[in-house]
């Protein structure tokens, strides 16, 4: 039974329903986890077999329909600029070369999307990141994607969010089981199964969020998995959220006010998601995504059973 909370979310959506065309992507991190290699990289930067671990997230943007991207980077990140800029001098060498192949490789990553970039200035958590890309997202429904998560796939979970924003007008958050023993390193949901054709069991009303519960208080084993669909009434409830976990201002706690005051969905998303977030999370990135790559995949599996482990 769908409870009379659920059902208001779905009579009674905010009109009009616009188009999600805009996402935000925190890229402001310090990356400590990954030092001495962030040093002076930035984390965003850190190479998954062929490409920057942002251009996947990025990627996944475009496949979602999302048309102008928000980068909120910080002091040292202006290696993400550059990469997503165009790169005439590079472009004019490698055709000067007979390099085609490379050069529209090269333009491709420019021409995939509008970017604009934002910085936040002090590193007060997740929750302020987002909020410093308010004026550039203005009043429209947005995407927010992590990325140090990778979701690769066919169908990518920031789409399926776009699908239930569009059909409900509710705000969307991906979430996936995790061990009740990792609780702690997730924001975790308390959600009431409210299933809905075309969404079905996957779909949940979020009646409370708790960002980073030990597995004693939390109240499921339902983990935010980093990919957000978000009205733009999120900003006015993340000026009002106190700091809370690691004294930041966590999106986590916004998202508590968002879901008291319109409703938010969670929904269990299709597809495997990398947390490519730790070392020891990016190498299994690394190996699984280079196992899937078409010119590598096939080798690196031969490469990998000869080794004598
Ligand atoms: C962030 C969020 C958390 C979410 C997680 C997913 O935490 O605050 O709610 O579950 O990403 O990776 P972080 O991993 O940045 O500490």
Redesign the pocket.
């Known amino acids: 039974m769908t409870s009379p909370q659920a059902a208001e979310m779905l009579v009674h959506p905010p009109t009009p329903i616009r188009k999600v065309r805009k996402a935000v992507l925190p890229a402001a991190g310090l990356g400590t986890r990954f030092l001495p290699a962030t040093k002076a990289v930035p984390k965003e930067m850190l190479n998954v077999v062929d490409k920057p671990q942002i251009q996947y997230v990025v990627e996944e943007c475009v496949a979602s329909g999302i048309e102008h991207i928000i980068i909120v980077t910080g002091r040292g990140k202006s290696s993400i600029e550059d990469h997503f800029d165009r790169a005439p001098a590079l472009e004019r060498f490698l055709e000067e070369k007979g390099k085609k192949e490379e050069a529209a490789l090269v333009r491709r990553i420019s021409d995939m999307v509008q970017v604009s970039y934002t910085r936040q200035k002090e590193p007060l958590g ?1 929750g302020h990141a987002v909020l410093v890309a308010k004026d550039l997202v203005g009043d429209e429904p947005f995407a927010v994607l ?1 990325g ?2 990778l979701i690769p796939g066919a169908h990518p979970a920031t789409k399926q969010l776009i699908d239930v924003y569009q059909a409900t007008g509710v705000g969307a958050i991906a979430v996936e089981e995790v061990p009740k023993d990792k609780t702690h ?3 975790i949901v308390d959600g009431e199964p409210a299933p809905q054709p075309p969404f079905g069991q996957r779909l949940l009303r979020v009646r409370d969020l708790v ?1 980073k519960p030990k597995p004693e208080n939390a109240p499921s084993n339902l ?4 990919r957000y669909v978000l009205p733009p009434a999120i900003f006015d409830c993340l000026e009002r959220t106190q700091p809370g976990a690691g004294n930041e201002i ?3 706690d916004g998202m508590r006010i968002l879901a008291l005051e319109q409703g938010l969905w969670a929904y269990i998303y299709e597809g495997l998601s990398y ?1 490519a ?1 730790d070392k020891l999370g990016f190498l299994k990135a690394t190996v699984e995504l280079a196992l899937q790559n078409q010119d590598l995949g096939e080798s690196f599996r031969a490469y990998l059973k000869a080794l004598k482990l």
């Open positions: 997740l992590l140090d998560v390193l997730y924001g960002e983990a935010i998995t980093g966590q999106l986590t947390d977030g």
